[in-house]
């Protein structure tokens, strides 16, 4: 998550909608963990997802961002700011939404990941999508790259993970932002800042609100039907077990 560049008083509709629709996935794998899984949130930002995991209750979440100047623990959420303050073999669910992108040595990043994670331990993987809208809003959030499917697919199975579902979302972002890149900014137009920052909307209005309701559907469809393009990716993977 672009932690840095997220003005947090009114949360962009994309955002909402993206944890809305991760947290709904993970419900079933609550289980996990003798019905009391750990959970890492790898990139969590300003803990906003991070804390609703953990009010999902009866599991253990670590916020881990490399902002955190300090590790806390507050009830069921610890923050650290280095995923080798974790434990090897001790998690059962990793979240990373928006994180790959800002990692330069992804298969040194995952291997890591690997040894912190138990046997068939899940993934909950989101990307930014399609290199050829990559722009200055990357370079400006520190992206070294945007994914599709096969580069995606590829990383993942090179480290041991075997994908159960990858699909692209947001048609409509995907639409606009196209439209942002090759009509209205040009690849080299330097933002003044994200555009999760920019949203004027608080989460009560009716934009918002509407915006938040067409993502969802949006999300719902591609993950049935995937076939439609989108501004990002998703990827459900589990660990594969060693033989």
């Known amino acids: 998550m672009d932690f840095k560049y997220v003005d947090v008083s009114n949360r962009h509709p994309w955002e909402l909608s993206r944890t809305s629709i991760v947290s709904d996935i993970l419900k079933p794998y609550m289980s996990m963990g003798e019905g009391n899984p750990t959970i890492a949130d790898i990139g969590a930002g300003d803990m906003y997802f991070s804390k609703m995991l953990a009010d999902m209750g009866?599991?253990?979440?670590?916020?881990?961002?490399?902002?955190?100047?300090?590790?806390?623990?507050?009830?069921?959420?610890?923050?650290?700011?280095?995923?080798?303050?974790?434990?090897?073999?001790?998690?059962?669910?990793?979240?990373?939404?928006?994180?790959?992108?800002?990692?330069?040595?992804?298969?040194?990043f995952l291997q890591v990941l690997q040894r912190k994670t138990k046997e068939n331990a899940i993934f909950l993987i989101t990307v930014p999508a399609w290199q050829h809208l990559y722009c200055h809003h990357d370079k400006f959030t520190e992206h070294f790259c945007r994914y599709d499917k096969k580069q995606l697919n590829g990383e993942l199975k090179r480290n041991n993970l075997s994908v159960q579902k990858i699909f692209y979302f947001f048609f409509p972002l995907y639409l606009l932002r196209t439209f942002q890149v090759y009509?209205?900014?040009?690849?080299?137009?330097?933002?003044?800042?994200?555009?999760?920052?920019?949203?004027?909307?608080?989460?009560?209005?009716?934009?918002?609100?509407?915006?938040?309701?067409?993502?969802?559907?949006?999300?719902?469809?591609?993950?049935?039907?995937?076939?439609?393009?989108?501004?990002?990716?998703?990827?459900?993977c589990r660990k594969k077990t060693l033989k």
């Open 183 to 236: 009509v209205l900014w040009g690849k080299d137009r330097e933002p003044k800042a994200s555009a999760t920052s920019r949203w004027k909307y608080g989460r009560s209005h009716i934009v918002t609100k509407l915006v938040y309701s067409l993502l969802k559907i949006d999300f719902l469809f591609n993950k049935t039907f995937s076939f439609l393009p989108g501004l990002s990716l998703f990827a459900l």
């Open 58 to 108: 009866n599991c253990t979440v670590y916020a881990i961002d490399h902002m955190y100047q300090l590790s806390e623990r507050a009830d069921n959420l610890i923050t650290y700011n280095n995923i080798e303050c974790l434990e090897d073999n001790s998690i059962d669910i990793v979240v990373m939404m928006d994180v790959l992108e800002h990692v330069e040595d992804v298969d040194s």
